[in-house]
């Protein structure tokens, strides 16, 4: 059986660019390593460039660890990273009130949007499974 297709090599690549700050591994649900590449530009750039040939298989792994369903990782993503601050993402996935909550606050003040860098794989993937009815 194949692995489901959850993330975007493309999307994948497009991070990359920004790699240096860690975004391509968050989006791949690697926060802890994501954290590290922010705080020290990619691991001193030099895990940066390496990453450029992991991330097939960043996102084969993405593919086996995360369930696909009617919310999509791509959209929530992009949503995540260009209008976090506006909560957009967190309305798309149906969470009303904290998407509106950080309309008014900047997404609580920039904390919520760390939070949600480190968890969104998995609140998505929450998400799917509740509305495939496990």
């Known amino acids: ?7 975007s090599k493309i999307i994948g690549y497009l991070l990359w660019i920004f790699g240096f700050l860690g975004s391509h591994r968050f989006y791949y649900g690697k926060p802890v390593t994501g954290t590290i590449w922010f705080f020290t530009l990619g691991f001193f750039l ?6 450029l040939f992991l991330i097939p298989s960043m996102d084969r792994q993405a593919g086996l660890r995360f369930r696909d369903g009617g919310t999509s990782y791509n959209v929530a993503w992009i949503l995540l990273t260009f209008l976090g601050v506006f909560g957009v993402h967190r309305m798309y996935m149906g969470k ?20 949600d860098f480190w968890t969104l794989n998995e609140q998505v993937s929450i998400k799917n499974t509740e509305s495939a009815g496990y």
């Open 1 to 7: 059986m194949q692995p489901a297709d959850t993330h």
């Open 96 to 115: 009303w009130i904290t998407g509106i909550l950080y309309l008014l606050t900047g997404g609580l003040f920039l904390i919520g949007i760390l939070y």
């Open 46 to 51: 030099i895990g940066w460039i390496i990453d």
